[in-house]
């Protein structure tokens, strides 16, 4: 994620995360598991069999009065990125009866594309406190807060492939 800052880990590696929420940076007290995708066009679209066996896990540390709103926030954009197509379907549906072979497969192409779009924009700009993605060879661990992806990637230093911070790190005076 562009506004993000990554922290990229070889695919072997355990994370280590700071002791503090991902979201507030308190002292968490308690975990949660987040859901981590796989970027591959084949694994894309069976996602929802992952789901059902077990899609890999990530335990990050975070505090209880802020996983509630993680959750949410988490399930909001699920929800958002399956609606989007779902409602575009629903309002061009009559609208197919008319166009021929052609033109209904440009109007899905173009619809699914550009049901995608807020989802990713949305993303990009406002992305969350943090994600995970997982790759053929590595990992990469998405911040949303600088501090905390310094840390992170401090802790996890015998293990970094790479690091991409969105602004500069702070010096330590």
Partial sequence: ?????????????????PDKCVVCKQTPD???????????LLFTFLLPVLFLFGFKKTKVPICKSCKKVFVVNRTLRFIITLAFPIILVAIFWNALDDMTRLQRRL??????????????VWQV????????????????YEFKN???????AELNYQ???KVSFEQEAPSEA
Avoid at 30 to 40: E, K, P
């Fill in 1 to 17: 994620m562009p506004l993000s800052n990554d922290v990229v880990l070889s695919l072997k590696a355990v994370p280590i995360f």
């Fill in 30 to 40: 308690t975990y949660w598991s987040i859901l981590s995708n796989r970027t591959n």
């Fill in 107 to 120: 109007v899905i192409l173009i619809g699914g594309v550009m049901s995608v779009i807020p989802a990713i």
């Fill in 125 to 140: 700009f406002n992305p969350p406190a943090v994600d995970v993605s997982f790759y053929d060879d590595n990992k990469e």
């Fill in 146 to 152: 600088l501090e905390y992806a310094v840390e992170f």
């Fill in 159 to 161: 293990e970094v492939v």
